[in-house]
């Protein structure tokens, strides 16, 4: 490593110091490097906060490599301990929340690119299946979301009694459905199409209307309302969910 590499930050240059550009340049003026260097503060020994940050965007294969790792899996990289990842988990929730559409309580849902605009950020990087309910009024407005269940999609893991256990105690007169898809893919498989069938089938009997079933995947989603395959009565029509 060269001599400058190797020197605290605090005595570069100040025009070549991460913090000071940000500052004067705009953070858009930074390398992916010189960013996680400002969320990791420090470096290493005789190693600087952001040759650290070029070392684990070349372990991790990039920004979306990192994000995707585990508190574990970024603790196994030297110099990097619970601290740092704590920091990075944070900067990296922060920039999710940030691009995700607000769906706050009282939000109305008309259409599923709402709900797809909302969670894409939110859940694009996630590495196994996460199923959630959002539970809405008579106007579709959302009361609150709940996670239901986190890992490979089956109807042992998404039992409609868990569901609709929290539709009844919020008095919801309308739920959506959505879980990831981690391979990119939103085409739903067999057990997708089965699992919704018995959750509307459990709507029907208890008067909560499934309006509809997206499924995330990169950069696109399948809508079961959008592609018609929910089933009467209490089905939404059309991305233009009925009111």
Known sequence: M????????????KGERPR??????????LTEAQLLAIVLRVGRHKTSAVQVGMDLLKRL???QGLANRSVQELCAVPGIGPAKVAQI?????????????PLTTGT???????????????MRDLRRELF????????????????????SLTSSLVHPREVFNEAVR????AVIFLHNHPSGDPKPSKEDRALTARLQEAGD???????????????????????????????????????
């Not at 988990?89 to 559409?101: H, V």
């Open 205 to 243: 009997i208890l008067g909560v209307q499934v309006l509809d079933h997206v499924i995330i995947g990169d950069g696109r989603y399948v809508s079961f309302a959008d592609e018609g395959w929910m089933s009467p009565p209490m089905a939404a029509l059309s991305s233009k969910y009925l009111r």
């Open 170 to 173: 919020e008095s919801a007169a």
């Open 61 to 63: 294969g990039g920004l």
């Open 108 to 122: 109305v849902i008309t259409q599923s690119r709402t709900v797809f605009e909302h969670y894409y950020p939110l």
């Open 20 to 29: 000071e550009r940000l500052l004067e340049e705009g953070p858009e003026s």
């Open 132 to 151: 959630k309910v959002i539970l809405l009024d008579a106007k579709h407005a959302v009361i609150r979301e709940k996670t239901v269940s986190e890992g």
């Open 89 to 101: 988990k944070a900067a990296i929730e922060l920039g999710k929340r940030a691009l995700s559409t």
């Open 2 to 13: 060269d001599e400058k590499a190797s020197k605290a930050i605090l005595h570069w240059p």
